[in-house]
C-alpha cells in the first residue's frame, strides 16, 4: 500500500479513475454457473445442422461476455443405438469426449429409455379405436437434475448469475425459487418458437440463441484429451 504522498496530482487522479472504473466493473463480472439442458439444446437448434460439434465454452463466452463463468453443467443422458442410426450413440461419446476437454464443464447424466408401446392411431378408418405397437423413446431426470442442482446452487450461494440453456417452460417453478434467493437469473432459448412462460417470466434476461454465434462456437475438427487425438464424427 503506498502512502498518499506518493502520489502526485496527476498521478492520484489516474488511481482514482482506475479505482472507479475497477468498482463499476466488479458488480459486472459476476459469478456465473450456466445449466445447459443438453437435449433441448440439440433438438432446439443442432440437429441436421452443421452445427453440433458445438464448443458450450465459447458458446456460453460470446453470448455472456461481462460474466466470470465459473461453471458450466451440462445435462444429459446416454442414447442407446437406434434401428434407423445405429452410431448415434457413438457420436454422441465423441461429442461427451469433446466437452471434457472443458475445463469448467460437469456434465451431470439421467438415463435414456426406450421400449415397446401400444398407442392409438390419430385417424379412425374402421369406426373404433385401432391400435399399434410402437417403439417410444424417452429421455429421464436431466430437467428434475438441472432444476435441482439450480436450487442447490442458489441455496448454498455458489453464484450470482444463474443462466439456463433451455426452452422447457417446467423449469419455470425452479428458476422463480431460485430468483427470491437474490440470484440473477437468465435465460438462453435454443428454439425458434419460444416458451411464452418463460419468455413472460420476471427473470433478468432472456436472448434467443441464433444461427450466427452457433457457427462460430465450434470445436477444432481435431481434439486431444489425456487418451491421445480424436476428431469431430463424420456428417456433422
Same mark, same amino acid.
Given at each position: 500500500v503506498y502512502p498518499p504522498c506518493y502520489f502526485g496530482g496527476r498521478a492520484r487522479s489516474r488511481f482514482r479513475a482506475a479505482s472507479a472504473f475497477l468498482e463499476r466493473l466488479a458488480p459486472?463480472?459476476?459469478r456465473t454457473i450456466v445449466y445447459v439442458d &443438453? !437435449?433441448?439444446? +440439440? +433438438?432446439?437448434c443442432l440437429r441436421n445442422t452443421p452445427y453440433r460439434w458445438l464448443d458450450l465454452s465459447k458458446l456460453c463466452n460470446f453470448l455472456l461476455p461481462s460474466n466470470d463463468i465459473i461453471e458450466i453443467k451440462y445435462f444429459t443422458a446416454r442414447v442407446k443405438p437406434h434401428l434407423k442410426d445405429k452410431k448415434s450413440h457413438i457420436r454422441q461419446k465423441a461429442y461427451l469426449r469433446a466437452l471434457e476437454t472443458i475445463p469448467n464443464?460437469?456434465?451431470?447424466? &439421467?438415463? !435414456?429409455?426406450? =421400449? /415397446?408401446?401400444?398407442? /392409438?392411431?390419430?385417424?379412425?378408418? =374402421? &369406426?373404433?379405436?385401432? +391400435?399399434v405397437k410402437v417403439i417410444k423413446t424417452e429421455e429421464k431426470g436431466s430437467d428434475v437434475n438441472l432444476a435441482v442442482h439450480l436450487l442447490n446452487d442458489a441455496h448454498l450461494d455458489l453464484f450470482d448469475v444463474g443462466v439456463i440453456i433451455s426452452n422447457d417452460s417446467d423449469l419455470y417453478t425452479a428458476l422463480e425459487f431460485a430468483g427470491n434467493l437474490g440470484k440473477i437469473i437468465g435465460i438462453l432459448n435454443p428454439h425458434p418458437i419460444p416458451s411464452q412462460k418463460l419468455k413472460s417470466g420476471k427473470f433478468s434476461f432472456y436472448k434467443p440463441i441464433r444461427e450466427g454465434v452457433l457457427k462460430v462456437s465450434q470445436f477444432p475438427e481435431t481434439l486431444k484429451d489425456k487418451i491421445g487425438k480424436f476428431s469431430k464424427p463424420e456428417g456433422w
Open positions: 459486472i463480472l459476476k &443438453g !437435449f433441448n439444446l +440439440y +433438438y432446439g464443464i460437469k456434465i451431470i447424466y &439421467g438415463h !435414456f429409455l426406450r =421400449k /415397446p408401446v401400444r398407442m /392409438p392411431l390419430s385417424e379412425n378408418t =374402421k &369406426g373404433k379405436t385401432e +391400435y
